[in-house]
């Protein structure tokens, strides 16, 4: 069944310039479209004025048909945020520079939201991590992530010690900065930068990527995205340690505390234009074929 | 449907006394419980003489119940390419240090061989590569590999060139010593010393790893094994390439030929007596977990 | 000239017995050999009772013409911060498994102990880097460092941003999760983990390694130990950032101030009994050559 | 003293139009501005036609006041090899994109050149490597080194196993592809895709790097370019090896060959029009500061 989209909620940094004037030329065009355009009560109300209806954040996803990010990932990951649990789609528009989740850039945005209005989209389901701390004598803190879950080294100075298992197996005992483990989405994100590796959207998998870990050997493991994750801090240890969940704080993990990951049953829904390439999108990322050698390659 | 195990094939270099020990060993063994040995024609038929029957290489898998090779994971590869295309499962045997494909070692190779004689083992099914070597005006080459197939630079001192498509989507243009595709299975071999992930046996991936890549960003990347992966040098580059799989060589790689990569119709299984443990084999193979931190973990 | 030990200062932690217990056994050998041991004031005072003099660990080392340290090598980085400024030597002894800056091992303490004291032994300067971390309208803080002086975000979730320069010119402007400056010595420690080489402890070198990098290509940079290296955080961040050296704090990093790293004036000298040989302990500590191939190599 | 140039020698590749241009606009502008004009016998001669003197390659630089090479780093290797054993300096030009060694760009050549000629220069003295293959009963081969010497596996399949030692001490056992040993020159060459560090090309310093190494704590290792470094292969080992200098092939390393590497007594002078900046090159060339963080940076 074809989505349609008579309301559309505008999200980003009200702050940034160059993220304003991109949401306030589509405010403006979208209305004279005859859509209603909301967006999150604050400052961003403030920018928008009349033209757009202020609504919480908390049900802005749900009264939207669609809901268009303006910014980098991180604003991605914070509209991932709201969509969560619904099934309203998320598009997203960068500042000038490509993104992996935004690849629609500023000069065409006008263009291409139309397309997508019309129809002519294509449908990207992305799987989720959730991750649960339980404690004992607490209720556990649950998030579900589309880019990674991370444990790490709270005060700097000195490498946390933890153990993994996987599926109920012990896997190995860790030193080190932390762990990441990262969806398909989020292997691009952190991860990368933990010596992980690029996992194809389409592949259901994880990645758990240790951080400068103390063991040269001790290297990222690719599972499937239905795995259990367990990670506890050891005894002994005498350093505190953090989670967060694409960026944002999950709660502390003590001694005593587990950690336990795996699939989320909820999903994001990403809206690309027709032609959404990958690929293409890695290679102007990771700089990569910019050679003599490949001439025909666009920059 | 439980296996019956009536005639047993012995696999492993004739010329490494460390291994003929253990295969004589077998053979006696497997004799006096009854069951008929056969094993290759050549320096190995030599070696045990009336303990085993003499079959070439090339119907030895069919003839036989059970293969079991001993030695490095060398010879797994190499017994792996006798089951091909069979039902004959195998079994390895190591050297005395733990192998990714040999996980019984010497002093319990008797008592663990019957077990799964017994029918106390468990069964584990690896998917295979398929590569498919094609040159205009001649029969493709093609091969199945349990570890990897490498595209490699023959002569040294300079780097080739070549693009990769995945499902017929350009990926990108590289430069570098070559590239490896790894099954799971292969991940842990040359894949992981080119910065690639360890692959969960169960997850049904493929691992494209740049080897020694000009362009420090240029990635392993992670695959579902069904990708439709293509290789092709560049028409400029210089050099010469050739194609090896498991570590035999399939052909030259020349200019205009294309190399073509994906899930094998054929696969291989192994046996592994009960309590078989993936990541005990991976922080013995990596030394994981040999620090005073760790005191309760045997080396 | 030749150092002779009247007086020898022992060091190490008062809650792990396996350190006390050789700590004991070395204080009561040089009793009976007729030196004057002497310790910190406080837990080890306490432990060592009449075998020891207790002296405050400001004017330990002065007091003392040999500083022995038992522990790992965060003991000897301790040790190493009450021998600077002066010319008393530093012997480290491990607790059963070889350290980098530990070669001396429980079962041969003794032995090898009497030898020094003895005249046996070998010389090793390490220099040392200074760090001045300078705020305007403040004493700048200061520190000398064996082994590396790190920056690092503070609060985990999001990556810093911070410029380099190396005498006067500019380098790069990094994005991900620090930066370790390290010195020969220290470049077996931390700035190993975070992808830097080993550095031979003769080389008068630092290496400049960025952690978990953004960008996959901001690789480590080996520079001569009389460069200055300055470091300044991006205004834009919204993060906070640390510095420490040798696992200690020195202070906080803001917008504004600047960090700058170099040759300190101080250095540290070890003493080694004949026979020290640091691609031993390399092999040692990172699992090398240990295979079948290698049978002559001690493990 | 400083220089003059009253004749100077081009250098390149004449079968490429981006060099051949470069190259026939230099030799008429250094003709005009009376200047001689040589070039080595062959193709690049008669492609002067009457514009350039045609010399042998052995003599071309001793004839030479300055050489001056275009083309890509490749053509600097060569160049370089030219100007060994003579004061002769070198000078780069590229064919559009910055290299290490080739830092003038063809649109600002001219002018370059020009300050160059007026003795506007900094001279910039390149280390060289020096490598000696023994055999038994033969003549060493010798060569001299602007950026590497590699040694690596002939055959393609199988890793070749080799002993390294610094200054007589023996360092380790190695499995794997092979070994480079760089100059700080060579250091952001091939060593950089094995994973080597970036060093500073003022710092007298070797890395040695492992290719692909089985054991994934073999890391590169920093020394002083003084280290005597000699490579021998196993016995056991079944495959060949290869010795290649700057990518030209030195000879075939065998069982009981030795490989014996060091500091040369020659070396090579490089002229850098004034405000040469090896940082700039470095972010040029790995696409470093490439981001909105860091707009002020050109890329």
Redesign the interface.
Known sequence: MERRFPTVALVGRAHDPRVTDSLLALAEHLRRGGREVICETGPLAELFGGLAGAVPATVLARRADLVVAVGGDGTMLYAAQLVLGGDTPLLGIN???LGFLTDISPPEMIARLDEVLAGQYQEDVRALLTARLERAGREPLTCDALNDV?V???A???MI?FDTR?DG?????H???GLVVATSTG?TA?A?????????P??D?L?I?P??????????????RH?AIEVRL?E?SETRA?V?FD???LGELDHGDRLVLGAAERSVTLLHPHGH?F?RI??SK?????????PD?PC
Chains 1, 2, 3, 4 share one sequence.
């Open positions: 500042r000038g520079r991370v790490q080294k709270h700097t100075g000195r010690e996987i197996v012990y896997v190995n005992t030193g080190g900065d292997s952190y990368l930068s933990c010596g992980g590796p690029i996992i194809h389409r592949l998998a990645v990527a951080i400068s870990p103390h063991t040269l050997s001790d290297r990222p493991i690719v599972v499937g795995s050891l002994r953090e967060t960026g944002n704080l390439d690929f890695l290679r990771l700089h990569w074929g910019r050679s003599a050698r490949n390659e």
